[in-house]
């Protein structure tokens, strides 16, 4: 079982940065690891995917090219890089961990953290 808290989040203008990270409890080795965001009333939806090794990575249309995952398996860490922020990228960021797919829906994740609120003002 792996323990996951995420960090990073908080209010920012639109156009700004931020990085959010994920540490884990154990090392992240064996999981895929994926960012989702929930936004008041509306579904929890994928944000990006990496997959064990780092080398495939997935991104949703909405972010794709403001956006990347990385991890950094020595750390137990993975992290969202934010950027040209969008008041519509407002939502709780949550990370989360897969032991066997890498995919889309949360239904496949297995650990989950907390959240972290992001809010892009306009």
């Known amino acids: 079982q792996v323990q996951l808290i995420e960090s990073g989040g908080g209010l920012v203008q639109a156009g700004g940065s931020l990085r959010l990270s994920c540490a884990a409890s154990?090392?992240?080795?064996?999981?895929?690891m994926a960012w989702f965001r929930q936004a008041p009333g509306k579904e929890r939806v994928v944000v990006a995917t990496?997959?064990?090794?780092?080398?495939?990575?997935f991104y949703a249309d909405s972010v794709k090219g403001r956006f990347t995952i990385s991890r950094v398996t020595s750390e137990n860490t993975v992290y969202l890089q934010m950027s040209s922020l969008k008041p519509e990228d407002t939502a709780v960021y949550y990370c989360?961990?897969?032991?066997?797919?890498?995919?889309?829906?949360?239904?496949?994740?297995?650990?989950w953290g907390q959240g972290t609120q992001v809010t892009v003002s306009s």
């Open positions: 989360a961990a897969s032991r066997s797919v890498q995919w889309t829906r949360p239904i496949a994740y297995d650990y």
């Open positions: 990496t997959s064990r090794s780092g080398a495939s990575t």
């Open positions: 154990t090392s992240t080795r064996i999981y895929h």
